[in-house]
């Protein structure tokens, strides 16, 4: 957050929280809930962003993340007004461009539920345990 002039961590946690009400409602997987707190963590130690577009970013970054991890995606419609119709289509749209842009389009990243995959296969867990671990990282995901 030291590139942030207008923004601090608790902006971003109350963002996070608000993206995470979203996601559920939604219905949308874990893994796009990661992907979307990456790309918002990647733009915002980069790039400064104003208070009054933080929530943009946000609804954004799920955008783009529910594109890439979803099978289907909410539409940009829905976002919209699930921001309370606070942005347009047409400002989702050049958010998105201006992202994928400042992301350099590398959008895939390892989220903690490929890590525990490959990391139950790796230690030859036993069923019970490999339960146990994906119970922990379910209990873990609101610690965002």
């Known amino acids: 957050m030291a590139t942030q002039n207008d923004i601090n961590s608790a902006m971003r946690g109350i963002l996070i929280d608000w993206l995470i009400e979203v996601a559920v409602e939604f219905n949308l997987q874990a893994d796009t809930l990661y992907t979307t707190v990456n790309y918002i963590d990647r733009?915002?130690?980069?790039?400064?962003?104003?208070?009054?577009?933080?929530?943009?970013?946000?609804?954004?970054?799920?955008?783009?993340?529910?594109?890439?991890?979803?099978?289907?995606?909410?539409?940009?419609?829905?976002?919209?007004?699930?921001t309370d119709n606070t942005y347009t289509?047409?400002?989702?749209?050049?958010m998105e461009l201006e992202v994928l842009l400042k992301l350099k389009f590398q959008l895939t990243v390892v989220t903690p539920n490929t890590f525990l995959s490959v990391f139950i296969a790796a230690a030859k867990l036993s069923p019970e345990a490999a339960a146990f671990a994906k119970v922990l990282l379910s209990t873990a995901k609101l610690t965002l």
């Open 43 to 82: 733009y915002l130690s980069t790039w400064s962003v104003p208070r009054g577009r933080l929530q943009l970013l946000g609804v954004t970054s799920m955008l783009i993340a529910s594109k890439y991890e979803e099978i289907y995606s909410p539409s940009v419609e829905e976002y919209v007004f699930m």
């Open 89 to 94: 289509k047409k400002q989702v749209a050049d």
